[in-house]
């Protein structure tokens, strides 16, 4: 067995196999449990459990005639798939090997309830499910999680574990946490207020897609380089009434992310905190901020993107950016619309393929910003309100900044040197005051 049949073959010793029909289930967990597989061989474990081929091969481990057998449901997949013969008889020996090892249902988990100590034993393949206890007069739920290690206790709609608010659980992909995966810790938060993550190790494999209601804080490890999590589908966090902290982590998109106009960052409703961290995609946008009841602060981050803007902000949304860099974006790397409000403190936006600033109807503060090497205007703004103090607008492709339709606002001791249409371009609409 090479190294990922032998991670194979332990996952579903624990799980068990008969879980395998569960498509997005079993991915889920293939890409969190076995980081270092090609999505290639991922996706063939999958499919061929969707193909049936699990229920095939349980026959042949008494057939003496299995090879020729095993053979022919090689060729199949082959046929069906299109695959290569290799990776069909890698898929075949496999699965094979797996449930030769394990079990439908898993290997057994033994636990003693945690409020009346009556010993339970469940099968592997429900870690991850709530479980009434079957003592008469208890009736408590409690949650197996992170492959069996640990018991938590549960109400019928929050558990304990993480109703104390001070509580701060661990999430480390070597499975020495309370989880062992990012998803995991998310789904045994369901209902919970108030949720604190810690992530060592990683990088953390994300389905997306997380509505944000209460108040969650993940953060990373901050003497050393951000945890990453990589997401599957976008936006990762939707912030919607609640609030987000990001410490010390770098959300990025999954390389098999769909190429989407979708940020991967998002507030509707409620507030992010984003500090000493990476917002990193090739097929999305960073970050949205949308409504007048939406804001973000941002500190001694980064948001590098190559679709879309690296940041939006609009319908009268609020964000601040301190000791902030924003680069690489294929659009204008900021974008404010609609009353949006965008303070700027200590940022650089530089090397954009458009604009730096781009503002319509929007407001913009910036101060000691360097805003350079942006293909077209360092800041366009039509309609809305520009203050800027003591920064700098370099070296982009067209002017420094463009103003027109009553842009109104201050300029005071900038450099609008060496943009490649001149410096400025103002209309006679605008209330610009320059002293």
Request: contains cysteine; aromatic residues 4%; neutral net charge.
């Amino acid at each position: 067995m090479d190294a990922q049949q032998k991670q194979f073959v332990d996952i579903i010793t624990t799980y068990g196999y008969g879980r395998a029909s569960d498509s997005r289930w079993f991915r889920a967990i293939l890409r969190d449990l076995l980081p270092t597989a090609p999505p290639q061989r991922i996706h063939a474990l999958v499919d061929a459990a969707s193909d049936g081929l699990v229920s095939d091969l349980q026959p042949l481990l008494t057939d003496p005639h299995r090879e020729m057998r095993a053979a022919a449901f090689r060729q199949r997949l082959v046929a069906n798939r299109g695959w290569q013969e290799s990776l069909a008889d890698w898929t075949v020996t496999t699965w094979f090997l797996a449930i030769r090892h394990g079990t439908p249902e898993g290997r057994p988990v033994v636990f003693d309830c945690p409020r009346c100590r009556i010993r339970i034993q469940v099968p592997g393949r429900q870690i991850g499910d709530r479980i009434k206890c079957p003592s008469d007069g208890c009736g408590v739920t409690v949650r197996i999680c992170s492959e069996g290690k640990m018991v938590e206790l549960e109400s019928e709609t929050q558990p304990e574990l993480l109703r104390n608010k001070d509580a701060v659980r661990v999430v480390a992909s070597d499975g020495t946490g309370d989880f062992r995966t990012l998803q995991e810790a998310f789904s045994a938060s369901a209902g919970a207020n108030e949720i604190n993550l810690q992530l060592r190790g990683g990088p953390f494999r994300f389905r997306g897609n997380e509505t944000i209601r209460g108040s969650c804080s993940i953060s990373g490890n901050t003497n050393d380089a951000p945890v990453v999590i990589e997401c599957e589908q976008c936006p990762c966090f939707i912030v919607d009434g609640g609030t987000l902290t990001l410490l010390a982590v770098s959300v990025v998109s999954a390389p098999d992310s769909p190429k989407l106009a979708r940020p991967l960052l998002k507030v509707k409703r409620g507030a992010m905190s984003v500090s000493s961290s990476k917002i990193q995609s090739a097929a999305h946008s960073g970050l949205e901020v949308a409504g007048t009841g939406a804001s973000a602060t941002i500190g001694q981050s980064q948001i590098m993107t190559s679709r879309g803007n690296a940041l939006k902000a609009f319908d009268g949304a609020t964000v601040r950016m301190d000791d902030c860099v924003i680069s690489d974006s294929r659009n204008n790397a900021v974008s404010i619309e609609s009353n949006a409000h965008v303070v700027m403190i200590h940022c650089t936006i530089e090397g954009g393929n458009a604009t730096g600033i781009n503002i319509r109807k929007g407001r913009l503060e910036a101060t000691a910003c360097n805003i350079s090497r942006n293909g077209d205007y360092g800041i366009d703004a039509c309609g809305g309100e520009v203050t800027l103090n003591n920064c700098s607008v370099q070296r982009n492709g067209s002017r420094g900044l463009w103003a027109r339709d009553r842009v109104t606002g201050e300029i005071a001791n900038c450099d609008f040197s060496e943009n490649g249409r001149g410096a400025n371009s103002i209309d006679e609409t605008c209330r610009i005051h320059q002293p």
